[in-house]
């Protein structure tokens, strides 16, 4: 079965596919169509602002843009096209916070929902909760994800309830 391509995946580095492999995972767990690319809003100015004005044309719903250092590349695509743009700033150990802060100050006027640093796995679950507006199927997914999350928590409170806090850090530690 051919999936509609609904969510482009977009970085600036292939040294960024390591984190942004996160969010194409994600989308596969719901089964939504992807496609990824490197495109650099720096190295490859032109084929960003093709990419973005050509996006809501070629049927694509969504945007999910990575990128460090000064992190143009979100913004930037925001800036070419009216579909929603998830910007994933990438932190390396040897980075300061620049990519986050140049992905959460944009102008009024060209919105872009930013996610944590490294959080491309937040940023394709937004991308579902915006693709579910228009789709039960994946509504219907996306809220038994949740569920089994709470559960999951909720599991974890019942044992360390029974079982005390001391015995459950031992019992965890001995698993890991
Ligand atoms: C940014 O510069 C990329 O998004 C990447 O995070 C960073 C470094 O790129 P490379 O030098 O590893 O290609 O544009």
Redesign the pocket.
């Known amino acids: 079965m051919i999936k509609n391509i609904y969510v482009g995946v977009i ?6 596919l390591d984190i942004m492999s996160q969010a194409a995972k994600t989308l596969d767990e719901f089964g939504v169509g992807y496609e990824v690319h490197v495109i ?3 190295r490859t100015p032109d084929a960003m602002g093709e990419y973005a004005m050509a996006a809501k044309d070629r049927g694509l719903k969504v945007i999910i843009a ?6 143009h ?1 979100p913004g930037m695509t925001a800036s070419h096209t009216t579909l929603p743009v998830i910007a994933v700033p ?1 932190k390396r150990e040897n980075h300061g916070h620049e ?1 986050f802060w140049s992905n959460i100050k944009m102008p009024p006027g060209i919105p872009l929902a930013t996610m944590p640093e490294n959080g491309a796995k937040n940023g394709a679950l937004l991308a579902v909760e915006i693709l579910s507006l228009m789709d039960e199927e994946l509504a219907s997914k996306y809220n038994d994800f949740r569920s089994k999350q709470s559960q999951a928590v909720t599991d974890v409170d019942a044992a360390l309830q029974t079982q005390g806090w001391e015995s459950y850090l031992e019992n965890k530690e001995e698993k890991t």
């Open positions: 970085m600036g580095s292939d040294s960024d650099s809003a720096h990575g990128a460090g250092g000064s992190a590349l990438i990519a």
